[in-house]
């Protein structure tokens, strides 16, 4: 009869459950979605501008921001980090670094490809261990960053723990999914997680990456609390 020594056995101890990453990203854009305005080009299909256009950009990742909400006798929400994403593909806009926060000569010194930011995102995580648990406003942060990962090959750092803040910040307040972040903010009484003058300019209607990042996480961490 096999004889199983149960003392030899490793069970993950070093996985924490006591707190999730919150992150948003931010991808690039174009003034009047890119299109040519002058009178030729008018008289042409919006159809074969929009092909044109999309042959020449593509929607990358140039920006990611993470927040952690720690649970605990108190919820603590941190300050955003954000990393910066060299696109490969496409030109960063005056309209997408205004929604980055930075002046072009910041981001062309501090963006790091794609591969290099995935690295810092598992590097972010690494603290609450092998699964770590991550958090973002709906479904596209995450599946965005899937593809883009599979289109240069990168290995994504999401493991099967993900949450859907938009989801849990609807049922909490008891309406429907499709409510926006600005809505959900005016429900909740955000004021103990996210600092006032971020909060401020948000409500103002400042959507960079810095204060969609800090609002999305003090939702959540409102929704648990």
């Known amino acids: 009869m096999?004889?199983?020594?149960?003392?030899?056995?490793?069970?993950?101890?070093?996985?924490?459950?006591?707190?999730?990453?919150?992150?948003?990203?931010?991808?690039?854009?174009?003034?009047?979605?890119?299109?040519?305005?002058?009178?030729?080009?008018?008289?042409?299909?919006?159809?074969?501008?929009?092909?044109?256009?999309?042959?020449?950009?593509?929607?990358?990742?140039?920006?990611?921001?993470?927040?952690?909400?720690?649970?605990?006798?108190?919820?603590?929400?941190?300050?955003?980090?954000?990393?910066l994403v060299s696109p490969k593909l496409s030109e960063v806009s005056d309209k997408t670094l205004v929604s980055l926060a930075v002046d072009r000569q910041t981001f062309e010194n501090h963006a790091v490809p794609l591969l290099e930011a995935m690295w810092q995102m598992r590097a972010f995580g690494a603290d609450a261990g092998s699964l770590p648990v991550w958090a973002c406003w709906g479904d596209f942060p995450a599946r965005k960053i899937k593809r883009d990962c599979e289109r240069v090959k990168a290995r994504h750092p999401f493991s099967s723990r993900m949450i859907n803040t938009k989801v849990i910040a609807s049922l909490v307040i008891n309406q429907g999914v499709d409510l926006s972040m600005s809505q959900i903010g005016d429900e909740a009484d955000l004021t103990m997680f996210v600092d006032d003058a971020r909060l401020k300019t948000f409500n103002d209607g400042s959507r960079d990456i810095y204060n969609n990042t800090s609002v999305s996480s003090g939702i959540l961490g409102w929704c648990l609390s």
């Open 2 to 83: 096999p004889k199983y020594k149960s003392d030899n056995l490793k069970y993950p101890t070093s996985n924490k459950l006591n707190q999730v990453f919150c992150f948003e990203i931010i991808t690039t854009t174009w003034p009047n979605d890119g299109m040519p305005t002058n009178d030729q080009q008018r008289s042409r299909t919006m159809a074969e501008l929009k092909r044109e256009f999309r042959m020449s950009q593509r929607e990358e990742i140039v920006g990611i921001g993470i927040s952690c909400v720690v649970f605990g006798e108190n919820i603590i929400v941190h300050e955003p980090t954000v990393i």
